[in-house]
């Protein structure tokens, strides 16, 4: 018997922060608890924020811009990210990404292929999953959904 798809309502899915000080939201969309190999987040930047400096070994990490503009910094190579860019940063690399806004929000779609390090226990999803639980506030529903863009609730 085939497996059924996974449909989940981003609406009920828990953003992360990965640790509480974090200036960074992840939701987490699909992933390895889903049956898949790859890691699938919208992350959430606040204005100025950054992610440390990380590494996956043995992924490859995808960011599609959905709205704002950053700068990436990936080993010795930087990069300008704005609306519509995709960066596919290398395995092993070492990287961040910082939102160079002072006053808007950064928001992209973040693919990690193939999300084991190590085991379903101990990947990036699970890292993001045992973080700190957070909100989406008016302002990431407004930029996520047209619906409340639009005044429709």
Do not use: C
Not at 22 to 31: E, H, S, W
Not at 124 to 145: H, Q, R, S, Y
């Amino acid at each position: 018997m085939a497996q059924p798809p996974v449909v989940k309502n981003i609406e009920d899915l828990t953003a992360r922060l990965i640790a509480p000080d974090d200036t960074v939201k992840l939701l987490p969309l699909a992933g390895p608890s889903d049956g898949s190999p790859a890691s699938v987040f919208l992350e959430i930047w606040e204005p100025g924020g950054a992610q440390p400096d990380n590494s996956h070994p043995d992924s490859v990490e995808i960011f599609l811009v959905l709205s704002g503009e950053a700068q990436a910094v990936s080993d010795e190579h930087t990069v300008a990210l704005r609306q519509g860019d995709v960066l596919v940063l290398p395995p092993g690399s070492v990287h961040h990404i910082q939102n160079t806004s002072a006053t808007e929000r950064l928001y992209t779609v973040t693919v990690m292929a193939t999300d084991n390090e190590g085991s379903m226990a101990d990947g990036f999803e699970a890292l993001v999953t045992n973080g700190t639980p957070t909100l989406l506030d008016e302002t990431d529903k407004a930029t996520i959904f047209t619906r409340y863009a639009a005044g429709i609730a």
